[in-house]
């Protein structure tokens, strides 16, 4: 069975600094992906970022970037220059099954961020 | 703007009653997925279809149905049989080829028993 972790419920961070938010995962699988979604109170999930298995560099898209520790089974989305606009939930999934186009997602129970003035 | 429409946003269910909740996309994406949110939690999987009239049970698929008649939509209907169908559901869609194709997902629609 496959398992996402995410330990930190809340996060705190002041504008314009960076934060950490931790993801760990257990799989017996060779070929995986990790995936990282912003959940704002409205509700609907923003694809923020991904990291294959099989990458040899970490991931990297804007102001977020991915620590992905492939011996420790981590996965920790870094937030560069925080804004008002990222306190949200964060969830972290992997995807299970192997195949094309086949994409069962498992998520984590989500951090909450919440950036202060 | 291509993307993913959930209607409605919010719904009251009765004891007893069945109701479908929508989705339809404009992304031209193969596979479509249903996912349950309860408060402090992650998705879980109720339902998933990578192709037309084909769809498979996810992990908590017990108490819902559904279909898959059109590319572009794949409703789900919350039976009677649903004991606690109190959530926030998610629908979500993705390319069915590239192992790196994110989900992208709807608004969602907030199920509550009145």
């Known amino acids: 069975a496959q398992k996402i972790t995410q330990t930190q419920p809340g996060m705190f961070v002041q504008e314009k600094e960076a934060v950490t938010l931790d993801c760990t995962y257990d799989?017996?699988?060779?070929?995986?992906?990790l995936f990282w979604y912003k959940q704002p109170s409205s509700g609907e999930m923003i694809f923020l970022i991904y990291?294959?298995?099989?990458?040899?560099q970490n991931a990297t898209e804007g102001r977020y970037s991915l620590n992905f520790q492939k011996a420790r089974k981590s996965a920790n989305l870094v937030i560069s220059a925080s804004q008002l606009g990222d306190s949200a939930m964060y969830f972290c999934?992997?995807?299970?099954?192997?195949?094309?186009?086949?994409?069962?997602?498992?998520f984590g129970t989500g951090t909450r961020l919440l950036v202060s003035p | 703007d291509g993307g993913i429409t959930q209607s409605p946003k919010y719904l009251f269910r009765k004891e007893g009653q069945n109701v479908t909740l929508s989705c339809e996309q404009n992304?031209?994406?193969?596979?479509m997925y249903w996912y349950r949110q309860d408060p402090g939690q992650g998705l879980r999987l109720i339902y998933y279809?990578?192709?037309?009239?084909?769809?498979q049970k996810g992990d908590i698929a017990e108490g819902y149905s559904v279909s898959r008649e059109k590319k572009e939509s794949f409703p789900l209907t919350v039976t009677s049989a649903q004991k606690n169908p109190t959530a926030f559901y998610l629908c979500?869609?993705?390319?069915?080829?590239?192992?790196?194709?994110?989900?992208?997902f709807g608004d969602g629609t907030r199920l509550s028993i009145l």
């Open positions: 979500a869609s993705s390319m069915w080829t590239g192992n790196n194709q994110p989900q992208h």
């Open positions: 799989t017996s699988d060779q070929s995986y992906g």
């Open positions: 990291q294959g298995s099989y990458d040899e």
């Open positions: 999934a992997m995807r299970e099954g192997q195949g094309a186009g086949f994409q069962k997602l498992v």
């Open positions: 992304l031209n994406h193969d596979a």
């Open positions: 279809s990578q192709i037309v009239n084909d769809f």
